[in-house]
């Protein structure tokens, strides 16, 4: 027996807002730090004094920024179909330009290599959950 296909659709939409959360969530957290706490994360990007400070709490500010597309898909995935593309894009420019800084860096600079590949790790695993959960729900109102 098969679920109605308007049951198929709120499910869908469900599984995309917890996965998107957990993302958002996620990132909103690290944000969050980095501009609250940014001498904590100054030694993974070799970075110290009031430069380091202040370029740290600009990424935890741009990490912000990145993340205000996410409530509103997240409260009404099905309304806002387009913030969805938007976060999916913002995900892969996200992860092409750490890939592309991490690829750039000369030997030598593991700590850098590591801050940025837990960017990389993440954001990866991020896209993969978030396109998956999309592209059901997508799947799911096309059948509709």
């Known amino acids: 027996m098969s679920l109605p296909k308007d049951r198929r659709i709120a499910i869908a939409a469900w599984v995309c807002r917890v996965c998107f959360t957990f993302v958002f969530v996620v990132n909103v957290h690290c944000a969050l730090s980095y501009v609250l706490v940014p001498r904590d994360f100054m030694g993974g990007f070799q ?73 990389i790790i993440f954001d990866s695993l991020g896209l993969v959950l978030m396109a998956i959960s999309f592209i059901a729900l997508l799947v799911c109102k096309r059948k509709a």
């Open 47 to 119: 970075l110290s004094g009031i430069e380091g400070v202040v370029a740290i709490q600009g990424i935890g500010i741009a990490f912000l920024m990145w993340n205000a597309t996410y409530p509103a898909f997240i409260v009404k995935p099905q309304r806002f179909i387009v913030l969805g593309w938007v976060i999916l894009a913002q995900q892969v420019i996200g992860l092409v330009g750490e890939s592309s800084i991490y690829l750039s860096l000369p030997a030598g600079n593991v700590e850098l290599a590591h801050s940025i590949g837990s960017f």
